[in-house]
């Protein structure tokens, strides 16, 4: 699986829209960006994936650049409840078994 | 529909004991797959099961066994218990072992002293 890089930590006020970036420069042809967020406590919540072309789901919007290697997971009016860890993971579509976490971007949202 | 549910919560225990730990997988799903979660660190990976057998392995030694049920439940076991062994562990179901949209359980903590 490619490797992904998150800046460690990130704040956003409240209302305001939340991106959070991930690098995936090695990412080949048939792999997928997922995002998964781990709020304090909990277990992991899958939130959205793509492969190439942009995405939007009830939680988020997904930005996957042309070259596809980079993404943006886009939380358009963040709330306190949207303060996690946010994990982005590549991964070849139905290869199986793991998903590999790195250590993520730390959301601080704040009134 | 029932999500993906984990116990003990918490669980104390010392070193050189055996612990279980248990899942039950969301309705509808057949694989399970378990994750170690150390403080400050993100989830690693132990296995997974799919039709009650290993369907694959992460870096962890043989004390760490692990069992699915026809009702696709499943049992985490650690043997010889060791300090670095504390940590949170989830459990995470999936409606097939290629599916990577995983819905994972609260986890139980456990503690060894």
């Known amino acids: 699986d490619a490797k992904t890089t998150q800046p460690p930590s990130m704040d956003c006020a409240e209302g305001r829209a939340a991106n959070l970036p991930c690098n995936h420069s090695t990412i080949s042809g048939n792999e997928y960006v997922y995002w998964y967020r781990q709020i304090h406590s909990q277990g992991p919540q899958y939130i959205i994936h793509g492969l190439k072309n942009n995405e939007t789901n009830e939680m988020a919007s997904l930005i996957i650049t042309e070259d596809r290697k980079s993404s943006t997971l886009i939380l358009p009016h963040a709330t306190l409840r949207d303060t996690a860890v946010y994990y982005c993971i590549v991964r070849v579509g139905q290869a199986g078994t793991a998903l590999i976490f790195g250590k993520g971007t730390t959301l601080s949202v704040s009134s | 529909e029932t999500g993906v549910t984990q116990s003990p919560t918490h669980l104390i225990k010392t070193r050189g004991q055996q612990v279980t730990l248990r899942c039950s997988s969301q309705s509808g799903h057949n694989t399970v797959s378990w994750y170690q979660q150390a403080l400050g660190q993100g989830p690693q990976f132990i296995f997974q099961?799919?039709?009650?057998?290993?369907?694959g392995r992460g870096n962890f030694p043989p004390r760490f066994s692990g069992l699915q049920f026809p009702n696709y439940s499943s049992e985490l076991n650690v043997n010889a218990l060791e300090l670095d062994d504390s940590a949170l562990y989830l459990c995470?179901?999936?409606?097939?072992?290629?599916?990577?949209?995983?819905?994972f359980g609260p986890g139980t903590r456990l503690t060894v002293l």
């Open positions: 995470a179901s999936s409606s097939g072992p290629g599916n990577n949209e995983q819905f």
């Open positions: 099961y799919y039709r009650e057998e290993e369907n």
